[in-house]
């Protein structure tokens, strides 16, 4: 269970920085509401994923940031914005490269934080904000003082508050999101089932029925990768209690053949040639028209995907598993 909801949570963050990005409104909406319930479960943060937290954290406060009525803090005087500020702080600990960026995203939250204060006219709360934001810093003073002139001037429109403005603060945070998703790309399933096959050994090899020489640093061979994936799902879902996902299911399958293209994606950037045009060209053997024959009285026609991972095929699609099926249906 705690790796499914690790890798549940990074594809959750990671949907979070897409619609982020594509202003996507109600489909960032349903995913913050999956974030939140997976973050609220955890007892404590696993450190690796602090960053993926975090990121979440202050993603659902900055799209929320001039909503003044919504608190996410139980001291009723943090504002969404102040809220975001003290998530990106903990960002900038967990890492030191961006210092630059981390500089400009922490200068416009602190602005637009009295900014959307004064767009509301709320000016005692503006400069409230602002002894609370800048305490003992003696290099954010100048800024302390113009932000204080501001208030006092009570118009919300003046240059700099323009010049540092929400939508440019959105356009920084895009920035980093687009950082971060390329620094934390990963294959977690891959990865977690290494892992699991490694720590059992023969004896996960054993549960293919077949004898699997296993190279943790080997990312090329798909036949490998197609079992750490059977394995780890399995052994996955075998231990969630109430799975409402059976590893009988066609779905499950679909899933793994997924994985599988994806594999083959892969092949075709590698080796610069087209694995699907390779394929096109190969005749079937009587052999595959008996396996195909055997899968679907065994799982019914239609269920390609489930049909393709249980039989033993040439380099083969579900795709072209329904085609030579059209074929030879019409042949008998």
Known sequence: EAVAAEWMLEFACSCLCRHFAEQSRAEFRRWRDVAQALINGLSQIPPHQKKTVYLCQLLMRIAQGKNLGLKFETDQRISPLESALSFWT??????????????????????QIVAVYMENRYFKEAAEVLERLFIDSESDKPLRVKLATIIKTKDPYVPLLQSFSYS?????IKSYIELFMKENETNFLIQEATKQV???GLGAAAWQNTPVEVNENDNSDLEIK??????????????MQNCCLDVDSSLFWMYINCLLGLNNMQKVEENGVS??????????????DLELKSGVKKFGAGNWAKILVHGNF????????KDRWRTLSRIE
């Open 90 to 111: 903990l960002l900038e600990r967990e890492e030191m490269k961006l210092e630059k960026l981390h500089e400009d995203i922490r200068r416009l939250i602190q602005i």
């Open 168 to 172: 440019l603060l959105i356009s920084k």
């Open 198 to 200: 490694v720590s059992k």
């Open 226 to 239: 197609r079992r750490f994936v059977l394995i780890l799902l399995r052994d996955v879902l075998g231990q």
């Open 275 to 288: 694995s699907a045009c390779s394929r096109r060209r190969q005749r079937w053997t009587h052999l595959e």
């Open 314 to 321: 040439n380099n083969r699609t579900s795709v072209m598993l």
